[in-house]
């Protein structure tokens, strides 16, 4: 990769960069941290099979659908709408709306992030925290300061979990974690947990908010598809990186008979690690995750609106502050979240399927991808992919039926 991101001029390269660390912190909300958690204390150490299969299919989507972005040079909404007149319009709408309905999420995230840390009102606090997302986009160069802020709080988020597990470092049955990572317990019960973690990490906005990147650095044509292959590999192994250590965090607790009550795991963790100041850095993880999540959100909502008119074009950074003040007035509303999860999850793992199998057959359209020939071995990857991710549409079919 070294050598081909001497192809780069120092602008792209800063772009790349962001475009890595944009879909890996787009990925990694407080909702990311919870359920990673939660569902490790429920499978224990057969959640590490979830991870290895969702890292596979999560592979395989995302170097397809980088590729064909850079190749192409069209953002996702304008390739589809390529390939069936006005569905790249519909798509892009229901990215919007799931990307309003994750915001909320965030900020309540948020809201639980400096309870935890400073001990305040959790709308206080999550209104504070709107106002740091909202000063990104408050000024003409916000959208190209995310290439700064994302690498900076992203490594954060890593150093964080990272610290955290060496705490347990010792306590972890690695013999047992790599036999269950190949050899599940129960593999029927690792079904909607692998549907769950495909939505909340690669599914509706979280996988174009990279995508989408390459296209503002330029970094498009058929001379920089190596390159950007192997950035999209590399902004999901780094989330993965994420989901692993607090995976081992939680499995080294428990080993070490620790109790960690069901409707608090992560809490409990950082609070049996840290001691006093437990709360204070899962709260301070919760509001980088969730101030960088909301960003990546409502970036790649403005690669979206900004196509539909020059007025919002010209206007992007007003309609990007009140994108997210509109998920803090609803957030202000609404009692109980549980629906909104539900419905967030599952419209992000609808879309997964679509958006796949969009770019796998525009890799066959020369008026779309010109001369370029994709690699057989990456559309079989991507067609494995693809089985996979309706297999995880139907769970979150199953989830809105329950909903509704």
């Known amino acids: 990769m070294f050598k081909e991101f001497n192809l780069l001029d120092n602008q792209q390269k800063r772009k790349l960069i962001g475009a890595i660390f944009i879909m890996m912190t787009a990925s990694i909300t407080p909702a990311f941290l919870l359920t990673t958690a939660d569902l490790t204390n429920e499978l224990k150490t057969t959640f590490a099979f979830v991870i290895l299969v969702t890292l596979i299919i999560e592979l395989g989507f995302q170097l397809n659908l980088?590729?064909?972005?850079?190749?192409?040079?069209?953002?996702?909404?304008?390739?589809?709408?390529?390939?069936?007149?006005?569905?790249?319009?519909?798509?892009?709408?229901?990215?919007?709306?799931?990307?309003?309905?994750?915001?909320?999420?965030?900020?309540?995230?948020?809201?639980?992030?400096?309870?935890?840390?400073?001990?305040?009102?959790?709308?206080?606090?999550?209104?504070?925290?709107?106002?740091?997302?909202?000063?990104?986009?408050?000024?003409?160069?916000?959208?190209?300061?995310?290439?700064?802020?994302?690498?900076?709080?992203?490594?954060?988020?890593?150093?964080?979990?990272?610290?955290?597990?060496?705490?347990?470092?010792?306590k972890v049955p690695y013999d047992e974690v790599f036999v269950r990572t190949i050899m599940p317990q129960n593999i029927e019960r690792t079904i909607v947990p692998i549907a769950m973690v495909l939505a909340g990490t690669i599914g509706g906005y979280i996988s174009l908010s990279g995508a989408h990147r390459l296209i503002d650095g330029k970094i498009t044509g058929m001379k920089y598809r190596h390159v950007v292959t192997r950035a999209s590999n590399l902004s999901v192994v780094l989330t993965s990186l994420v989901r692993v250590f607090i995976f081992l965090i939680v499995i080294g607790l428990l080993a070490s008979n620790t109790i960690l009550f069901s409707d608090s795991v992560l809490e409990n963790a950082f609070v049996e690690i840290y001691g006093d100041y437990g709360n204070v850095a899962l709260g301070v993880l919760f509001i980088i995750a969730a101030v960088t999540s909301i960003s990546a959100t409502t970036y790649t909502a403005g690669t979206m609106i900004q196509s539909y008119n020059i007025a919002l074009k010209k206007h992007l950074n007003i309609v990007l502050v009140m994108y997210i003040v509109t998920a803090w007035l609803i957030y202000l509303m609404v009692e109980e979240p549980t629906t909104l999860v539900l419905f967030s999850f599952a419209l992000n793992g609808i879309l997964i399927p679509v958006i796949l199998g969009g770019m796998l057959h525009a890799t066959r359209r020369k008026d779309i991808v010109g001369a370029y020939k994709h690699p057989l071995w990456m559309s079989i990857f991507g067609v494995i992919a693809l089985i996979f991710t309706f297999i995880a549409a139907f769970y979150m079919i199953y989830e809105l039926r329950i909903l509704f």
């Open 66 to 170: 980088w590729r064909v972005v850079s190749v192409s040079g069209k953002p996702i909404h304008q390739l589809i709408n390529t390939i069936v007149p006005k569905l790249g319009n519909v798509i892009s709408f229901f990215v919007i709306l799931g990307g309003l309905a994750f915001n909320i999420i965030a900020i309540i995230g948020m809201g639980v992030g400096f309870n935890l840390a400073f001990g305040l009102d959790l709308k206080i606090g999550a209104t504070i925290g709107v106002f740091l997302a909202i000063l990104i986009f408050a000024f003409k160069a916000g959208r190209d300061n995310l290439d700064l802020i994302a690498p900076i709080l992203g490594i954060v988020i890593l150093l964080i979990t990272a610290f955290t597990y060496l705490f347990v470092f010792n």
